[in-house]
């Protein structure tokens, strides 16, 4: 089956330091790959996507690079800020039949940032 | 904004009862899709509806049902509720012929069973 692997465990960083949350994915087929946010008491936000390998999605000073000889896509900002802090989720989606916009998430990575 | 909003924000029931969570979509969108979210976890689909019709289904078993209506708005309804169904309850709509990049959740219901 399709499934999504975050890494574990909350981050804390402090303002205007490099990030890093790492994801891999199993899937059968050539995925979507999404970052997902979501903000205390709010819904899921799309951060960024990629679509095919070797994409790189963009959005706010976030990117994530789709490597599918990895089967990673992980997400990177090179400064953080307080206001990033949120849970972020990896998802993907496999085009065609019933599956088609149906999301597979990860377990979610929660950002604390400190000033 | 999303401009997709769901109800009650909270609910409290007990095991056993019966409980019907309520999704209203933007104008024109036709595919609704709802998702559970245990505390500490990722979203798992649930099941996904177009034109009024189940086209899609999770892992959940029989007793979570759903509608789709005319007018864009949507139900989850969970029977027989057990202390796991405890979570947080997302729908995600979006227009037609879009794919899974242009979802638009709502701030989803918080479900506590006791």
């Known amino acids: 089956g399709n499934s999504v692997t975050q890494m574990e465990g909350p981050v804390t960083l402090s303002e205007e330091a490099f990030l890093t949350i790492n994801c891999t994915y199993t899937a059968t087929g050539y995925p979507s790959l999404f970052w997902y946010v979501q903000y205390p008491g709010e819904g899921l936000q799309l951060l960024l996507k990629a679509t095919k390998a070797d994409d790189k999605g963009s959005n706010k000073g976030f990117e994530a690079t789709y490597r599918k000889e990895t089967t990673s896509f992980h997400l990177e900002k090179g400064s953080v800020q307080v206001s990033d802090s949120a849970v972020y989720f990896c998802a993907l989606t496999l085009a065609g039949g019933t599956s088609y916009g149906k999301l597979t998430f990860g377990q979610g990575t929660i950002l604390t940032v400190h000033p | 904004e999303t401009g997709v909003t769901q109800s009650p924000t909270h609910l409290i029931k007990t095991r056993g009862q019966q409980v019907t969570l309520r999704c209203s979509s933007q104008?024109?969108?036709?595919?609704v899709s709802w998702y559970q979210q245990a505390l500490g976890q990722g979203p798992q689909f649930i099941f996904q509806?177009?034109?009024?019709?189940?086209?899609g289904r999770g892992n959940f078993p029989p007793r979570f049902s759903g509608l789709q209506f005319p007018n864009y708005s949507s139900e989850l309804n969970v029977n027989a509720l057990e202390l796991d169904d405890s979570a947080l309850y997302l729908c995600?709509?979006?227009?037609?012929?879009?794919?899974?990049?242009?979802?638009?959740f709502g701030p989803g219901t918080r479900l506590t069973v006791l």
């Open positions: 509806y177009y034109r009024e019709e189940e086209n």
């Open positions: 995600a709509s979006r227009p037609p012929l879009a794919g899974a990049d242009t979802q638009y």
């Open positions: 104008s024109g969108h036709n595919t």
